[in-house]
């Protein structure tokens, strides 16, 4: 889209997104996707200098489980302003941390006992980075197993035990041992399998990797997972592999760490991922909703591994006192507020809907997720399928779906493979009724951008 050039100091959106677009860098995302400037929120509203009204389906990257300006997260925050509590005092003690880290340890799976909280700069990436130095500093190893289509973040270390190439090609080498194994992706299996046997045999590759003198891995000092990938195609790991994972690790004596930056505060229909398989993990790294929309991350380990020295993993923005006292509140009022069964029924409600779409449009290759994690796989219609009944990714329908969807007054964003896959994050507090506009907005989408391509493919 061409801009006008704009004047310093001129509100309108032509003028803001012109700006914008000449000062910041190439780099930016969200921007090229949504060239809207929004100006008011509330729970899942967006309104934008425009006037129109957006469903927000992405909820800050899943960030704002309350969505918008929740009234439990806004009086958190005005009751710390208007105490005159110091905002920012590194990792020194304080009552809102206290508060928030004993919240947070009440959610931890298999009760709060014999966990140690570490506070890491605000962004999950690097709780990802401390995970990783914990973790070899704890078993003295260097290498850590990964997965393919991982996603765990764009610095260094968390950028090598990610999976994809565009983004890691142009750094080289991060100087990180790393050893990718494969993650049961049951639409494209990478044995030709999927279901329970291609989950299987993924264990089963994994624990002859293990054991086999001569499979080329060097002893891990930890092992990383999504229990749902998210920026690699919404793909749960099934429950059984989860568990057996994590027998595995036990085995071995290798720490088992779980990423649950965008799964956590009741995402997926339980409060954390991995409590669906009951698997409880040696270290989890959280981030996103558990600041109650404001920046915060951490990892949570056990009390085993604490044997790093003081100064180990530090950084200037661990102590804020805001995010603290909105993430506190956000926990407790998703448990108490019932918002993790309402995430679970409403996800499964939207996905049986979205299921009835794939039936009419042949664009939709799957539609998969757990809660209200919802991934809905875009496929080229008029392609042969391979042997397992995929056909090949469509990124150029997708985006067009993303396009349709943001005309409609509905923001979605794309993921997985090529980015063909539409995915939905909308807050907890998504109601009956926005939760059937999302659903009819995206199939109207889907059928208009199918009718285009058909119309270009002619």
Known sequence: MAFAPARAGDPSPVAVLDRQRRRESAARTYARSFPIVPVRAHGMTIEGADGRQYLDCLSGAGTLALGHNHPVVVEAIRRVLDSGAPLHVL??????????TSALLETMPGGPAGWRVHFCGPA???AVEAALKLTRTATGRRNV???TGAYHGMTAGALAVSANVEVKTPLGAAGLDVTRMPFPYGYRCPFGIGG????????RYLETTLTDSHSGMLPPAAMIVEPVQGEGGTIPAP???????????????IPLVVDEVQTGVGRTGAFWAVDHSGVVPDVMVLSKAIGGSLPLAVIVYREELDSWAPGAHTGTFRGNQLAMAAGAATLRYVTEAGLVQRA?????????????VQARQACIGEVRGRGLMIGMEIVRPDAAPDARGARPTAPELARDIRSQCLQRELMVELGGRDDAVVRLLPPLTISDEQATA????????????ERQYAGVSA
């Open 145 to 147: 197993v990964t997965f």
């Open 124 to 126: 999950g990436t690097d």
């Open 239 to 253: 429950d059984t592999w989860m568990r057996r994972l994590r027998e595995l690790t036990t085995e071995h004596g």
């Open 344 to 356: 679970a029924d409403v996800g499964d409600r939207i996905m049986r809907q979205l299921r009835d």
């Open 438 to 449: 999302v659903v009819e907005r995206l199939a109207d989408a889907v059928a208009a951008a």
């Open 91 to 100: 990792d020194m003690g304080t009552s809102e941390k206290d508060d928030f």
């Open 196 to 203: 329970e046997m291609g989950a299987d045999i993924a264990a």
